[in-house]
C-alpha cells in the first residue's frame, strides 16, 4: 500500500531536509530551489516503512509567496505532517498552512518539531500541540526530530506507520478524479501529468476525460516505476496521449468520462468564518487549482459559490476560501450541493440555508453520502446515472429507499407521484367537462401538465390511478363521447337514416341540425354512424343494408345501375362504392364496371 503526506510548516523549518532524511531523495527538484535554499514548487520524495508500506512525500513550500503552490501539494492528500522548528517556533505560515489544514478538514497527521538540535525543542512542542490540537488535526502524534544528527526519526517512522495505519482505506472501484498538480513532456513519449489519486485506479488504456476532452491513457508510472494499473491511494504519473502540453496544467483534473457532475455553482457550508464577513469575491482552492469565486451568503453559514468555469465536484469535498487582497484563510467550505436549485423568490436564501442546516451534520471529510431519498424528492425523478453523477455508488443506485418508486428507468418521490396523479385526475375531469365529445387528454399534453419526465412514466403513474391509457391518450375508463347539445339534431339523423338508409343529408341539413365535423366524429367513435366521407354519413347497418341490394343486381355492375337500386344520388354512392371496395365487400372488375365479392 501506498500512502501519502504532505509537508506544512513556515519557510525554513526543515520541512525539505527531514523529507530528505526519510526517504534518502531530494525533494527540492529546480536548480533555483537548490541554489535559493527554498523550496518552491511541490517535491515529491518517498520512502518504505519496517511494515513494508510506502509513503510518498509532497513537500510544499513555506515561503507566503508560494501558498498556492503549497496548497496545490496539500489538497489532494489525505494526510499532513506540520513541522515546525525547535529554535523558532510557531511562526506565521506554520499557523497559516494549519488554517489550510483545518480548512480542508484533515484529521490525520503528526507534529515534528525539527531542528531540535539547534534549541530545546520543548518550548516549541509544547506552543504547537496547543495550537494543533484546536484545529482538525486534533490530539495528534507529536515528537521532536533532528534532521541533523538522526535524533527521534525512528520514532518518527513509527508514528508515521501508526499515521496511515489509521488512514480509511480506498475504494479502488470508485469513479476517477485526479487533480493535476505538475504537468510536463518527456521527448517521445509526449504529455505526463501528475497528481494524487485518492479513489479508484487507473490502467494504461484508459479512456478518461482532461477538464472535458477526451483523453487515453498510454502510460503509467508510479514512484518512478511503470505500471499497466494504478490502484489509490498512489502518487501517479500519467502519460497522455494526443495531449498538447500546453493544453494541461496545475488544477486540471483528469476524470472518468460522464462519471461526474461538472458545476460551476455548489452550496457550502463555512468554517471558521461568517457569511457576512466575506468578501463578494474570492479565491477558492480546490484540489490542486484556485479559481476566484463569486459568494452570495445564503445565512447561517451557509453560501452559493459560483466559480468561473464548470468543475467536477462532489458533495462533502473541502475549499479553502482565501481573500486575493490580503494572504489569510478566510474559512474553508465543505460543498453540500453541487446542483443547487435557483433562488427566484424573496426569502429563497434564507430558506435555502435552513433546508441545508438540516442536512447538516457533516461526517468526517471524504466524499458525503448523497441522500437519495432528499435528491429525488428536490427533482421529482431522477435516472440513476443522475445520482452516480453526484456521486451515489453504484451498489446503492437500486437500493429500495423509502419515499422512492422505480419506475422504468426513473427513480420517483412519492410525493412526485402523488402529484402527477391528482394534476392528471383533475386535467382528465376538466377535458370531459369541456371537451365531451373527444374526452380523451393526449398524453404529451399531460406531461407537460403534470411535469412528468417522459410519457412512459406518466403511464405508469395514469394507470396506478385508476386512469385508462391508449392510443397516447388517457381518460377515465369506459368514458364515451356524449353529444350534448347535438343529441337532438343527431336523434333527427338517425330516424331520417332508418326511413331512408342512403339518403345521407347534405351539409346544410347536417348545419341546420347542429352537426358539425366534430359532433360527426364523436358520434362515429361512439359507433353511431359511418362516415363515408367528410359529412357523408349512414348508419353503422347502411353498408350491409347496401350489399343485400348490390347482390341482387345482375354481375359485374356499374355505379348507376348501383345508385338506382339504392334509390340514391351521385354524392353518397361514389363514396360508398368505395367504402364497400376497402371493406372487400365489392371489387372493381374494370373502370367502369364492379362485382360483389364471394
Ligand atoms: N541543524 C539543523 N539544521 C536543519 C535541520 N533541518 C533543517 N535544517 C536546516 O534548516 C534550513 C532550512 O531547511 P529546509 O529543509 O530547507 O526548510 P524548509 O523551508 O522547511 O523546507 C536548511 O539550512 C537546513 O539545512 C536540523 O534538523 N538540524
Ligand atoms: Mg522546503
Redesign the pocket.
Known amino acids: 500500500m501506498m500512502h501519502i503526506v504532505a509537508t506544512a510548516?513556515h519557510?525554513?523549518?526543515?520541512?525539505?531536509?527531514?523529507v530528505r532524511r526519510l526517504t534518502g531523495m531530494e525533494p527540492d527538484r529546480w536548480a533555483e530551489e537548490r541554489r535559493r535554499?527554498?523550496?518552491i514548487d511541490l517535491g515529491f520524495a518517498w520512502t518504505s516503512l519496517d511494515s513494508g508500506e510506502r509513503v510518498a512525500f509532497v513537500d510544499v513550500p513555506?515561503h507566503e509567496r508560494f501558498i498556492g503552490n503549497m496548497l496545490a501539494g496539500l489538497g489532494p492528500a489525505p494526510a499532513v505532517l506540520v513541522?515546525v522548528a525547535a529554535d523558532e517556533g510557531w511562526r506565521e505560515q506554520s499557523e497559516e498552512h494549519l488554517e489550510a489544514v483545518n480548512a480542508l478538514g484533515l484529521r490525520h497527521g503528526v507534529l515534528v518539531v525539527?531542528?531540535s538540535?539547534?534549541a530545546d525543542p520543548a518550548p516549541a512542542l509544547a506552543q504547537a500541540r496547543e495550537r494543533v490540537a484546536r484545529s482538525s488535526l486534533g490530539a495528534c502524534e507529536a515528537l521532536a526530530v533532528?534532521?541533523?544528527t538522526g535524533e527521534g526519526i525512528d520514532e518518527l517512522r513509527s508514528a508515521l506507520r501508526r499515521l496511515v495505519a489509521r488512514l480509511p482505506e480506498p475504494d479502488h472501484g470508485a469513479r476517477v478524479r485526479l487533480w493535476v498538480d505538475r504537468s510536463f513532456t518527456i521527448p517521445g513519449a509526449g504529455t505526463v501529468v501528475t497528481g494524487t489519486l485518492g479513489e479508484g485506479s487507473l490502467r494504461v488504456g484508459d479512456a478518461l476525460e482532461l477538464g472535458r476532452r477526451p483523453v487515453r491513457v498510454r502510460g503509467l508510472q508510479s514512484l518512478g516505476e511503470d505500471h499497466d494499473a494504478v490502484p489509490a491511494r498512489a502518487r501517479v504519473a500519467v502519460n497522455l496521449r494526443s495531449t498538447p502540453v500546453d493544453a494541461v496544467g496545475r488544477g486540471d483534473v483528469l476524470v472518468t468520462p460522464h462519471a461526474w457532475h461538472w458545476t460551476r455553482e455548489v452550496d457550502a457550508s463555512l468554517h471558521g468564518c461568517v457569511a457576512a464577513d466575506l468578501p463578494g469575491e474570492l479565491t477558492a482552492h480546490v484540489g490542486s487549482g484556485s479559481w476566484t469565486a463569486r459568494v452570495r451568503p445564503l445565512g447561517d453559514g451557509f453560501v452559493r459559490l459560483r466559480l468561473p468555469e464548470p468543475l467536477p465536484l462532489q458533495a462533502g469535498d473541502r475549499l479553502i476560501l482565501r481573500d486575493p487582497g490580503r494572504r489569510a484563510v478566510l474559512a474553508g467550505a465543505t460543498v453540500l450541493d453541487v446542483d443547487p436549485p435557483a433562488l427566484r423568490r424573496r426569502g429563497a436564501a434564507a430558506r435555502r440555508a435552513g433546508d441545508l442546516a438540516s442536512t447538516e451534520p457533516l461526517g468526517p471529510s471524504g466524499p458525503r453520502r448523497v441522500d437519495i431519498a432528499r435528491e429525488v424528492e428536490r427533482r421529482g425523478a431522477m435516472r440513476p446515472r443522475d445520482l452516480a453523477v453526484l456521486g451515489v455508488p453504484p451498489q446503492d443506485l437500486l437500493a429500495d429507499v423509502l419515499g422512492v418508486r422505480h419506475v422504468g428507468e426513473w427513480l420517483v418521490s412519492e410525493s412526485a407521484w402523488q402529484h402527477w396523479q391528482s394534476e392528471l385526475l383533475a386535467a382528465v375531469h376538466r377535458r370531459i367537462a369541456e371537451v365531451p365529445l373527444d374526452p380523451w387528454l393526449r398524453l404529451e399534453e399531460a406531461r407537460r401538465l403534470t411535469g412528468a419526465p417522459d410519457v412512459a412514466t406518466l403511464t405508469a403513474a395514469a394507470r396506478d390511478a385508476g386512469l385508462e391509457v391508449g392510443e397516447g391518450k388517457v381518460s377515465r375508463p369506459g368514458v364515451r363521447p356524449s353529444l350534448g347539445a347535438a343529441e337532438p339534431g343527431l336523434q333527427a339523423l338517425e330516424r331520417q337514416l332508418s326511413e331512408h338508409p342512403f339518403a345521407a343529408p347534405e351539409r346544410g341539413q347536417l348545419d341546420a341540425w347542429g352537426l358539425g365535423a366534430r359532433e360527426l366524429a364523436a358520434a362515429e367513435t361512439a359507433g353511431r354512424l359511418v362516415r363515408l366521407v367528410d359529412d357523408i354519413v349512414l348508419l353503422p347497418r347502411g353498408p350491409a343494408l347496401a350489399m343485400r341490394e348490390l347482390a341482387a343486381l345482375d354481375q359485374p355492375f356499374t355505379t348507376s345501375a348501383a345508385r338506382q337500386a339504392l334509390g340514391t344520388t351521385r354524392r353518397v354512392v361514389i363514396p360508398l362504392l368505395e367504402h364497400l371496395d376497402a371493406r372487400g365487400w365489392t371489387r372493381r372488375v374494370d373502370p367502369t364496371h364492379r362485382e360483389v365479392a364471394r
Not at 519557510?11 to 527531514?18: I, P, Q
Open positions: 510548516g519557510v525554513d523549518h526543515g520541512k525539505s531536509r527531514l535554499g527554498m523550496t513555506g513541522v525539527a531542528r538540535d539547534l533532528s534532521a541533523e
